[in-house]
């Protein structure tokens, strides 16, 4: 695994990150677990997940996972800003939302409609950050966190300056190691741009079909910020769009022989195009895919350790894709 060293007396970050929004979200218990253990013994340090995942019981299973001598050499990153659902009854019919799922594949995406409209969106007061801030700990049963995020932020947030200040007296006061904001591009130009006091790590989708960032993240790369790339298949829809952009590829007499052969479809070549073409010369430092499944974990893990294109080549596709 290839890892970053960013944050000040703290573990590095391992370049692969395991996302944890489905943890006891469409992942029940015994899967979410299972999936954690693989990833922590295939040298992933980094898990990211927000107050509103798993029906507000991701950061729980997390902190139960995270106890003892694993604490120290895992980096933790929450969120803000996003409330889960309030009403207890969902939780209890979950289990039978997810049967009816795996029995038919179709009603997932009504589910996650269903499920996205119980969350309680863009609070980000200075009291809801503090409160956010000590449930959060309390339920992941640590002192600290090493990343607290801006969760899916507006742009206005930037001139909240009593916000920015209130998450800086966190970081100074030991309880975050490092703040920072997630959200679409444009928010993360803008906060590249402006550069927010106390604002030092940036998480934002980043695909086959968006990788019209890469000057601003370089940029922001060597002024010091920590770049985290989530949604690197572009979700279940997107997967069909990474195959149909690599064989575009494939055929474009464009490129170079030697690189249009080694785009020969088999089962490791879109983890290894989609992940490498993002953490490669695009000032990225780690991508979180979701990775529930342990055959997708494995093809990742594989993917970023041994991947058959040079830097050179991911250059070329990156610049190539359609």
């Given at each position: 695994m290839r890892y970053v060293s960013m944050l000040a007396d703290g573990p590095d970050v391992s370049a692969l990150g395991m996302g944890c929004a489905a943890v006891l979200g469409r992942t029940g218990r015994r899967d979410s677990l299972a999936a954690l253990a693989a990833a922590w013994d295939a040298g992933i340090t980094f898990y990211d997940t927000a107050r509103s995942y798993g029906y507000g019981e991701s950061e729980r299973l997390l902190g139960e996972f995270f106890i003892g001598e694993r604490r120290q050499r895992a980096v933790l990153c929450t969120k803000f800003?996003?409330?889960?659902?309030?009403?207890?009854?969902?939780?209890?019919?979950?289990?039978?939302?997810?049967?009816?799922?795996?029995?038919?594949?179709?009603?997932r995406s009504v589910a996650q409609r269903q499920a996205s409209s119980q969350l309680v969106a863009g609070k980000f007061s200075v009291e809801m950050l503090k409160t956010s801030l000590d449930t959060s700990l309390r339920t992941l049963r640590m002192e600290y966190v090493d990343m607290l995020?801006?969760?899916?932020?507006?742009?206005?947030?930037?001139?909240?300056e009593d916000l920015l200040d209130a998450l800086q007296r966190l970081v100074e006061a030991g309880k975050v190691r490092m703040a920072g904001i997630s959200g679409e591009q444009e928010v993360i130009a803008a906060s590249f741009a402006q550069c927010p006091r106390g604002l030092k790590?940036?998480?934002?989708?980043?695909?086959?079909?968006?990788?019209?960032?890469?000057?601003?993240?370089?940029?922001?790369?060597?002024?010091?910020?920590?770049?985290?790339?989530?949604?690197?298949?572009?979700?279940?829809?997107?997967?069909?769009?990474?195959?149909?952009?690599?064989?575009?590829?494939?055929?474009?007499?464009?490129?170079?022989?030697?690189?249009?052969?080694?785009?020969?479809?088999?089962?490791?070549?879109?983890?290894?195009?989609?992940?490498?073409?993002?953490?490669?010369?695009?000032?990225?430092?780690?991508?979180?895919?979701?990775?529930?499944?342990?055959?997708?974990?494995?093809?990742?893990?594989?993917?970023?350790?041994?991947?058959?294109?040079?830097?050179?080549?991911?250059?070329?596709?990156?610049?190539?894709?359609?």
């Open positions: 800003g996003i409330l889960p659902a309030a009403q207890n009854w969902k939780q209890k019919i979950k289990p039978l939302a997810q049967a009816a799922v795996r029995a038919f594949p179709a009603l995020l801006l969760h899916a932020a507006p742009i206005s947030v930037l001139a909240q790590t940036a998480q934002f989708a980043m695909n086959l079909s968006h990788m019209g960032f890469t000057e601003e993240t370089e940029k922001a790369a060597r002024d010091g910020w920590l770049l985290v790339a989530n949604h690197p298949f572009g979700g279940p829809a997107g997967v069909d769009e990474c195959r149909r952009r690599i064989e575009a590829m494939r055929e474009d007499l464009a490129l170079p022989t030697e690189l249009r052969e080694k785009l020969t479809q088999d089962a490791q070549l879109m983890p290894e195009v989609v992940l490498n073409t993002i953490l490669s010369g695009t000032g990225v430092h780690a991508v979180i895919p979701a990775m529930m499944q342990l055959n997708h974990l494995r093809d990742n893990v594989q993917a970023v350790e041994r991947c058959r294109f040079t830097a050179e080549e991911l250059a070329l596709l990156r610049a190539a894709m359609p």
